[in-house]
């Protein structure tokens, strides 16, 4: 239970920076923004994607050990 | 340690007792409803596709469709991505339609991690058949090796060969579990939230579902545009704007 | 390029509804026989993976791509590419209609401009022209006028020596009858005549 919180945690600091990041860019450079947000999009699955696999398959991984 | 992923499996084993996975006809039923839904829309948006300007709503909602699509293909992969966006957009509307299944249904296709594990297969098998097809067998082969390193760096050239061989399956993991992960986990957390509320008959759930619609969308989009990705970063190498998507891709 | 593709379409069609009904038939065998160790593992940590499923819907999956593609996406995108086509011949035609409006408006505002000046040309012409037969009627009328000035003073001048002529006879005439009454038959007529001819002249000299 704490380990899912901590990587909640994680992965909401990784959100946050990637959106804060995005968004200061695209403050910066409104003329990129639809670069940007697809950018910002495939940066923001791979930092949900490290929050599944510590879900769904680290457990698992761990109990067959 | 131990007792915390212990923790952590019999939380999710407890989700699982609810939503244990589709059996092999409620997969069926469920894609065949999906596919159903999608076959109706589609010929239902068909009559208005021979008028000069498109009233009928599907089909302008269609047209929409097809043009994000076609932007997307063609920013990302560049100028030949116009020739994939028929398979790009038939991903598109099944994981769609499968995640609107799944906000109203407790099961869908896409909340069932097989057929996203088939999707994702189908996707990254297109893409290394593009692959050998832009490059050759070999060409596609040396492109796992990296960039050309002499000498003892013959090595590194190994290593990363194994590094991109794993990546490469790793993505047919990556694009499965996201959308399994985010569809199903929508389920789950409405059903918790339900639970939370259930002492006082307010369906905390329900109020979830905006935000479900919203994942609805991105994750179509997400899957396909990795699936852009994925093919550019084979097919473009001529033009040196692979280089610029290596980083992201090469988790 | 296109043909080939339609015909490679149609073979890729076939190809891969018989490959997706085959996958179909061993998915099901594989779900409903096969039980593989890793995946009750999987399973029973969690992860609801069924490799039959899979490979059934890969099948179904391949099946479905060509399908979609012909049935909707194909003409989708024909209309959508012809509506376009269609838009930009229109949005060309009005441009080129434009270009022509402006061409030929250019063209007018141009001859009108020539218009207006060859019609002030010669409207100054005219007037020059005007001008000019004025002025040769004025000298013309001024030279007739002096004409007949000149000869209405030559005729007063000419009437006037002959009042003057007809004066001085007249005045030879009516002092000779005088002189006569005056002296009598003695005096020769002849001697006479001329010394009043003489006086008269002097006095028109002194005149």
């Known amino acids: 239970m704490l380990g899912l919180g901590i990587a909640a945690l994680g992965v909401a600091l990784g959100l946050g920076l990637i959106g804060f990041g995005a968004l200061t860019g695209m403050s910066r450079q409104p003329e990129a923004i639809g670069r940007l947000q697809v950018v910002m999009l495939i940066a923001f699955a791979f930092v949900e994607l490290v929050f599944l696999l510590s879900v769904f398959v680290a457990p698992g991984i761990v109990k067959g050990m | 340690m131990g007792g915390l992923f212990t923790l952590g499996s019999s939380l999710i084993a407890e989700a699982e007792q609810t939503h244990e996975g589709l059996s092999y006809l409620g997969l069926w039923v469920n894609v065949l409803f999906v596919l159903a839904i999608l076959f109706g829309l589609m010929s239902y948006a068909k009559k208005g596709l021979n008028e000069r300007v498109f009233k009928n709503p599907i089909t302008q909602g269609f047209e929409q469709v097809y043009l994000f699509i076609e932007n997307m293909c063609v920013v990302i992969i560049g100028n030949h991505g116009r020739k994939y966006v028929p398979m790009v957009m038939v991903l598109w509307l099944v994981i769609f339609t499968g995640n609107i299944v799944a906000l109203f249904l407790g099961e869908s296709p896409t909340a069932d991690l097989s057929f996203n594990f088939a999707m994702a297969l189908i996707a990254v098998g297109y893409v290394q058949y593009e692959g050998v097809r832009a490059n050759g067998l070999f060409g596609h082969v040396k492109h796992f090796a990296g960039p050309k390193l002499g000498g003892v760096l013959v090595i590194i050239s190994g290593l990363i060969f194994v590094v991109e061989l794993i990546s490469e399956v790793l993505k047919n993991v990556s694009l499965s579990l996201r959308l399994f992960g985010n569809i199903h986990g929508g389920h789950v957390a409405v059903e918790s939230m339900n639970k939370l509320g259930e002492p006082i008959l307010v369906p905390y759930g329900m109020f979830l579902l905006p935000i479900k619609l919203l994942t609805c969308v991105v994750q179509a989009m997400i899957f396909t545009l990795l699936t852009c990705v994925y093919i550019s970063l084979v097919t473009h190498h001529e033009e040196g704007h692979g280089e610029r998507h290596a980083p992201a891709a090469a988790h | ?207």
């Open chain 3, 1 to 207: 390029m296109s043909t080939e593709r339609n015909s490679g379409g149609a073979a890729a069609v076939v190809v891969a509804t018989v490959i997706g009904i085959g996958l179909m038939m061993g998915g099901m065998y594989v779900s409903l026989n096969v039980h593989l160790g890793f995946v009750e593992a999987m399973n029973k940590s969690g992860i609801p993976f069924d490799p039959g499923k899979t490979v059934s819907m890969m099948g179904v999956l391949l099946i479905l791509f060509p399908v979609i593609r012909i049935f909707f996406i194909a003409p989708l995108a024909a209309a959508i590419g012809g509506r376009t086509s269609e838009l930009e011949r229109t949005f060309a035609e009005a441009e080129e209609l434009r270009g022509e409006m402006t061409k030929m408006r250019s063209e007018y505002e141009h001859r009108l401009v020539q218009t207006e000046a060859d019609a002030r040309e010669r409207i100054q012409a005219e007037i020059k022209k005007a001008q000019e037969l004025g002025q040769a009627l004025r000298a013309e009328a001024a030279s007739h006028a002096d004409e007949l000035r000149r000869k209405a003073e030559r005729e007063i001048e000419a009437e006037k020596n002959r009042v003057l002529t007809e004066l001085r006879l007249h005045v030879v005439n009516l002092s000779l009858g005088a002189t006569e009454k005056l002296l009598g038959e003695n005096m020769d007529s002849a001697t006479n005549r001329k010394l009043v001819q003489d006086f008269v002249d002097k006095a028109g000299a002194a005149r």
